[in-house]
């Protein structure tokens, strides 16, 4: 084996999706990173696995038993731990252009993106509305709602924070939200499928937050914008799963300079006098004899598993990995969709979410579907009893899988006064935007300048040439 | 830089395939240089690890109606710790491994990574094996430490298709990579079936973004 360098810029802990895509973006800015990862493959929790892999993480078969050997080639499954799917424009779309990471990925649109009213049997699914005309062909509003309705989406269009012409009248830095849909007389269930599934709020917090209504408003257009992309949804997914994503900028890295090291285990952080993390002792097992070895760094990035004494939990997440051998009720048979169940539906605080892929976009054999079904937990306890609303919409489960309340994690402090600088946990929302405001957050923190990834493409092509 | 004219640009009855071509083999015995030679025909003795190029492409004319372009990929250093992703050998079509016949020990890495292809990648990806830098023993023999015979025997026995190359003078680098060229199923090129539903993401026109990101 190689030496390892005495000194790097950056060394990375753990290959989430937030690691890489720093890991990535620095070693593109002339970093020399160093990334370890303590696991034997990319992702950590925003990796994509196996049926095997899945069965034996849950432990919930028989011993001696192999059940996964009943669901066809163990390599065409690629089951994500964490549902999410990326807004066709949103920033990680956008990150991937700038860097061309996606030239080693593929993307498929998702299928459709639905909203439930209504609970039990007398429930409607129907498609959410995501322009003017959507709506006024939409189940989900009465014939007067509709026009409301149309009114509003086109407003939204329209609206520009720098023109107060365009704000019809309100004082959008100390108005709320609900003044602005009152404004537009929207009823409760209208504003329950705006708020829910097209701003993609999970509570009702920002209802009645003053000065929160320029932000509502962009989720919205935001919203639109990925539905008016590539047509079917806002959506779209990586063929083979989430877990290609870290690998593709893990690969960026690495194109880059930056050292890869899996199987490898971080022993000891070092820190000079003044309490500021200068290096590492770390071991990478999996090879005879195992190789231990010190190197130092100017700072240090990881994910929270590898400092549980500087994060906190911030709440939990509950989710229930299912196989199915059929697609999602009541969504056209779509091969791929989300389903979201708003939390005034049934009674909760938080919304319920399914994420619904399948063999079209290469994470299962043929005929199987994987649904996801996930919520932020509100009890201490019966959290299948707080799933239950989502898990009934899935009809007959083949296997399902749904260990203890996850732990949502995120730093206690930001980094300038140890230098290392820590990622929050993947949350329940449906989409990536909080993971790359989280990666801009710690560009932010760690080198003192935002991060502008516009212009980097230009910068990669560049170096090609040479 | 290949030429990169889109497949339906051709006459009829032409055929044009595309396919993705893996590098393997241990750091140092000269992949990136095997690679440098068959795209750009360059060659530079003091390459260091490979930085900035991990994703070329190269197009060859197997005859006059016939054309094979290989998107080759480079390892961008990630086998020196065993950290290369299953993406990289995610629908490989072909494979060129490499080892130095100057260093004993490269085969027994060269075999070792037959092994992970055979266990990660497509059952039907053809794989090539070179032994690098011929030019090495052509003035000076006793540096050989792999005789033809032990690495030809080992890919008769493995199903491998098999070259001594130098990237250094270019000698059979080019039939290197026709030799697979031709071995691979032309008429059922996998990179350009299936792409209609695929979303191509590229950037946004400025004005479809006029509202701008969310100023928090």
Redesign the interface.
């Known amino acids: ?2 030496e390892i360098a005495k000194e790097y810029d950056v060394i990375v802990l753990g290959t989430g999706l937030t690691e890489c895509i720093l890991s990535g973006v620095l070693s593109v800015k002339g970093k020399k990173v160093l990334h370890i990862d303590r696991n034997d ?2 992702g950590g929790e925003a990796s994509s696995v196996n049926l095997e892999t899945l069965f034996k993480k849950y432990g919930n078969y028989p011993k001696g038993t192999e059940p996964w050997k009943q669901y066809g080639r163990l390599n065409d499954w690629n089951i994500d731990l964490v549902p999410k799917f990326l807004m ?2 949103g ?1 990680l ?1 956008n990150i ?3 860097t061309d990471v ?3 990925l ?4 998702v299928a459709g993106s639905y909203v439930q009213q209504g609970t039990g049997p007398r429930a409607t699914v129907a498609k959410v509305p995501s322009d003017a005309s959507e709506a006024l062909r939409s189940p989900l509003m009465g014939i007067f709602e509709k026009r409301r309705m149309k009114g509003f989406i086109e407003w939204v269009g329209q609206f ?2 720098k023109d107060p012409s365009t704000h019809k009248g309100l004082n959008l830095n100390t108005c709320t939200m609900k003044e602005v849909y009152d404004k537009f007389g929207l009823e409760a269930s209208t504003k329950d499928f705006v708020g829910h599934a097209m701003a993609l709020y999970t509570n009702d917090a920002y209802l009645e937050t003053r000065g929160a209504a ?2 509502a408003i ?2 919205i ?1 935001l919203y639109g ?1 990925s539905v ?3 047509g079917k949804s806002p959506y ?1 997914y990586p ?2 799963g989430l877990g ?1 994503l870290p ?2 900028f ?2 960026l890295s ?4 930056g ?6 285990n971080i022993d000891e952080i070092q820190y000079d006098d003044a309490g500021k993390a200068v290096g590492i002792n770390a071991t ?1 097992t ?2 005879e004899p195992e190789m231990k070895f010190e190197t130092r760094a100017k700072m240090i990035l990881g994910d929270p598993s590898y400092f549980p004494s500087k994060v906190r939990v911030v709440g939990h997440v509950l989710r229930a990995i299912c196989i199915l051998k059929h697609p999602l009720a009541s969504t056209n048979d779509s091969d791929s969709s989300q389903l979201i169940i708003p939390q005034s539906q049934v009674g909760r605080k938080n919304d319920i979410y399914i994420a619904c892929v399948g063999s ?1 976009h290469n994470v299962c054999p043929k005929g199987y579907w994987i649904a996801i079904v996930s919520t932020i937990a509100e009890t201490a306890a019966n959290h299948h009893v707080e799933l239950a609303p989502g898990l009934e919409r899935l009809g007959r489960i083949e296997e399902q899988f749904m260990g203890p309340p996850i732990p949502l994690y995120e730093p206690l402090e930001d980094g300038k006064k140890d230098n290392i600088f820590i990622s929050k946990s993947y949350d329940a929302s449906s989409h990536f935007e909080s993971t790359t405001a989280d990666v801009r957050d710690i560009y932010r923190r760690c080198t003192g300048e935002e991060l502008v990834v516009e212009g980097l493409r230009e910068g990669l092509q560049v ?2 040439e ?1 | 830089m290949a030429a990169r004219g889109p497949p339906g640009a051709r006459g009829m009855g032409n055929r044009f395939a595309q396919f993705k071509l893996v590098l393997l083999g241990e ?1 140092a015995v000269g992949k990136s240089s095997i690679v440098l030679r068959f795209v750009k025909d360059q060659f530079d003795s003091y390459r260091e690890s ?6 070329l492409t190269q197009t060859i004319s197997l005859d006059e109606t016939t054309t094979v372009k290989f998107e080759i990929w480079d390892t ?3 086998e ?4 290369l ?4 050998y ?1 629908n490989a079509n072909c494979a060129v491994v490499v080892y130095d016949i100057t260093q004993a020990s490269s085969l027994d890495k060269a075999k070792a990574w037959v092994k992970e292809l055979q266990r990660q990648a497509n059952e039907n990806i053809i794989i090539a094996l070179a032994g690098n830098k011929l030019d090495l023993v052509t003035d000076e023999p006793d540096k050989r430490a792999i005789t033809t015979e032990e690495a030809e025997s080992y890919a008769n026995e493995a199903g491998l298709l098999f070259f001594e190359t130098s990237a250094k003078t270019a000698e059979n680098v080019a039939e290197l990579f026709t030799a697979i060229a031709k071995r691979l199923p032309l008429d059922q090129s996998p990179r350009l079936g299936g792409r209609g ?3 191509t ?4 026109s400025a004005n ?2 006029a ?1 701008g ?4």
């Not at chain 1, 593929?106 to 649109?109: A, G």
């Not at chain 1, 690495?254 to 300079?257: E, P």
């Not at chain 1, 050292?259 to 490898?264: D, H, I, K, R, S």
């Not at chain 2, 992703?85 to 990289?88: D, G, H, K, L, S």
Request: charge should be negative.
């Open positions: 084996m190689d493959h990319y066709s424009s920033e779309t991937l252009v700038s996606t030239r080693y593929e993307f498929k649109q520009d924070i320029p932000e962009e989720r257009r914008n008016a992309r590539y779209i063929l083979y290609e690998q593709g893990a690969r690495a194109i880059y300079g050292t890869y090291m899996l199987n490898t990478m999996g090879i079209a170096a090609e040479n | 750091s490979t930085i900035g190029a991990a994703f961008a250093g990630q020196r710790y065993k950290s992703a299953p993406m990289y995610r539903e695929r979303v993401l590229a950037p946004e479809t973004e509202g990101p969310c100023a928090c």
